[in-house]
Each structure stands twice: as structure tokens, then as C-alpha cells.
């Protein structure tokens, strides 16, 4: 994070990586709060690799909010993007009562720049780290303290688990007003440094139906979710057990799992929806004959709200899986980079369709 001020313009500028889910968000008791229907957990990605960087600034020479995504102006109407201007300013006003508010500039216009490094909307958690970043950066412009991943949760659900490193749990709500339903941290990636991430970009394109509304025509149609309810916070017992004892065959099976079972209740929507592709689908062959091949479970896909599959595996296994994911998936461009930040190592890589 990096702050400047003179005495017209305040900015901060800061950046947020994407999480990837293990146990999935998809469903929402409160549409307007963002209250989920169960738990989710997820891993939390390398810093530099999949982010957003979002710049705030504040001005009492700005004359309106203006915000632009990725170089385009967007509208900051979005009930959305208000909630979390709205709740920032109050929190900084009640913390700030009593002192000089005009320090802060709380009475004038913000200014909002943000980028990803990565496909917007394609179901890589775009949304997850745009608005963790948002928040923070706003947190720090305006000098809010203590818990926001409750203020990035009314961005974008998945966004409070961005705040932290590692892996990470958003709790449901157990008071009636919904506040404490916010991130926590389960273990930080140190605990498991030999965790890695390769990421099998299948298409940049934009989801045919977004997370929002396909979460709630899920919600609303499938029959499915009835057993879901039942059976996924046991799985997230299980698998932060696995986390804690690092126990990598149960996280990979119940990461399988729970994908498959996200996909299974789309597919049980009405209409249907489809996110996976043929590529995907032949991906998780792909994991399944590996973990054949070797006899162990030693990789686990995940997919999200698009086709690009997330695969989790440990360091030492990777130069075998890599060599036979490009074996079957000759990359196109940007294969091989790869880094080591915040204990996980990402592979960007397009497999040819
Ligand atoms: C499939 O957080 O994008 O990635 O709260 O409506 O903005 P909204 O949904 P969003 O949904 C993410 C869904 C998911 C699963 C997950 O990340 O847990």
C-alpha cells in the first residue's frame, strides 16, 4: 500500500489478490446484506499473480464519485459500490466524532481507479478481489480500523475472504442483523508452504450468467440444494481439519466434491446453467487419471462460476502434473510463468480448445 497527500488531493493506492474456493458460496439468505447460506472456505492466491490494484482519492476539488474499471468509467450507482462508500463513511464519521473531520476529507468526493491483471468476470473472482481491494484502500484513506471484511462482503460475498492470506473461512451470520458474518482466518499459507496453485485459463470470455443471479435462481429452483444444506458444513469441518493437519488427499477429494457438487446444482437450476465446457470436463478427466496413474491423490480441480479450472497441489508434485497438463493442453501463451510469492507458486496456462 502506498498513500500520498498534498494539501488538494489524498490517494491511496493498494492491491488484492483473488481467493479460490474449496467449499463453495452459492446462495444467499439476504440479498440486499449478503448473507450466505452456508460457510465457504477458500485459499487465498499469491499477491502478485491474479490481483486487482485500485488507487482511492480525495479531493475537495472533485465535483462528483467517479470510477473506472480497467481504464473504462463505470457508474458508482451501483447499489453495491454505494453500501460499501456508505458504510465506510459512517465508520470513519463515528470514529472520527469529536475530531477535526475535515482532516480526513469525509464531507468530499472520491475518485476510484481499479485494474486486474487477469479476465474480468470469467469466473476467476475478479469481483472477489476488486472489492476486497476497494474497501482496503478506502479503510486506509479514511482511517477506518478493526474488522471490513464485513464492508467488502456487501461488495461482492466472496471479496471478505480476500482480505486475509491462506486459508480462509466467512462465516455465516448467527446474529439476527447479519454483522457477524465476515472472514476469518484459518491457518496462514506458512502453515502449509508446500500448497501450490496452477491455474488452467479454458477462456477469457465473460460468464453467460453471472454469480449473483445465478446463485439465485439456484436458490430458488433447484431441489438439489436441500441435500447441499445438509451435507456442507460437515465438509467444512472436514476440510479444515484436513487444512490443520495437513492432510492433502481429504482437501483434495472434498475440494473435488464440492466442485462438482456447485456444478451439479447449476446443472439442477431451472433453467439450467451451464459454467463447465468440454475443456473442463476434460480436465477433470485428466485429474482423475493422474491420481490413478500415481495411486494417491496428489491434485484437486476446482471451478467456479466460468470454465477455467483452479488446481491445487503440492510442490514436489508439480513438475509431473505440469508436464502432463501441457502434455495434453499445449499451452498458447504465458506458459511457464510462474513465481513464489506469499508461500504459493502460480502457472498461468491456456490450454488449446
Ligand atoms: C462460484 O461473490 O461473485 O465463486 O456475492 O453475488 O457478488 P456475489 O457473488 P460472488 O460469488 C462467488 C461464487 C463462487 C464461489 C465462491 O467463491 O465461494
Not at 179 to 201: F, G, K, N, Y
Not at 298 to 315: I, Q, R, S
Request: proline letters at 4%.
Amino acid at each position: 500500500m502506498s498513500q500520498k497527500t498534498s494539501s488538494q488531493i489524498r490517494c491511496v493506492t493498494c492491491t488484492a489478490p483473488v481467493n479460490i474456493a474449496v467449499i463453495k458460496y452459492w446462495g444467499k439468505t439476504d440479498e440486499k446484506r449478503i448473507l450466505p447460506t452456508n460457510p465457504s472456505l477458500s485459499v487465498t492466491l499469491g499477491q502478485d499473480e491474479l490481483r486487482a490494484k485500485t488507487s482511492v482519492a480525495v479531493s475537495s476539488r472533485f465535483t462528483e464519485d467517479r470510477m473506472w474499471l480497467n481504464g473504462i468509467e463505470q457508474s458508482v450507482n451501483s447499489p453495491r459500490v454505494q453500501n460499501v462508500l456508505k458504510e465506510i463513511r459512517r465508520r470513519a464519521h463515528k470514529r472520527k466524532s469529536g475530531e477535526n473531520k475535515d482532516d480526513l476529507g469525509l464531507a468530499h468526493h472520491v475518485h476510484i481507479v481499479s485494474e486486474n491483471n487477469f479476465p474480468t468476470a470469467a469466473g476467476l473472482a475478479s469481483s472477489a478481489a476488486g472489492y476486497a481491494c476497494l474497501v482496503y484502500a478506502l479503510s486506509k484513506l479514511f482511517e477506518v480500523n478493526g474488522e471490513i471484511s464485513d464492508i467488502a462482503r456487501q461488495g461482492s460475498g466472496s471479496a471478505c475472504r480476500s482480505l486475509y492470506g491462506g486459508y480462509v473461512l466467512w462465516k455465516m451470520a448467527s446474529k439476527d442483523d447479519g454483522s457477524d458474518s465476515h472472514a476469518v482466518q484459518v491457518q496462514p499459507e506458512s502453515h502449509w508452504p508446500q500448497m501450490r496453485a496452477l491455474i488452467l485459463v479454458v477462456s477469457d470470455q465473460k460468464k453467460h450468467v453471472g454469480s449473483t443471479e445465478g446463485m439465485q435462481t439456484t436458490v430458488q429452483t433447484s431441489e438439489l440444494m436441500e441435500t447441499r444444506f445438509k451435507l456442507v458444513e460437515r465438509r467444512t469441518e472436514d476440510i479444515i481439519k484436513a487444512i490443520n493437519d495437513r492432510d492433502f488427499p481429504t482437501f483434495a477429494k472434498i475440494t473435488m466434491q464440492e466442485s462438482n457438487q456447485l456444478h451439479a446444482v447449476c446443472l439442477d437450476t431451472y433453467p439450467p446453467i451451464f459454467y463447465m465446457t468440454d475443456t473442463s470436463r476434460l480436465i477433470v478427466r485428466l485429474v482423475h487419471a493422474i491420481n490413478d496413474i500415481l495411486g494417491k491423490v496428489k491434485v484437486a480441480y476446482t471451478f467456479d462460476a466460468g470454465p477455467n479450472a483452479c488446481l491445487y497441489l503440492l510442490e514436489e508434485d508439480v513438475p509431473r502434473v505440469l508436464s502432463l497438463v501441457r502434455h495434453f493442453f499445449p499451452a498458447s501463451k504465458d506458459a511457464g510463468n510462474s513465481s513464489f510469492v506469499t508461500g504459493l507458486k502460480f502457472d498461468e496456462i491456456e490450454p488449446s480448445t
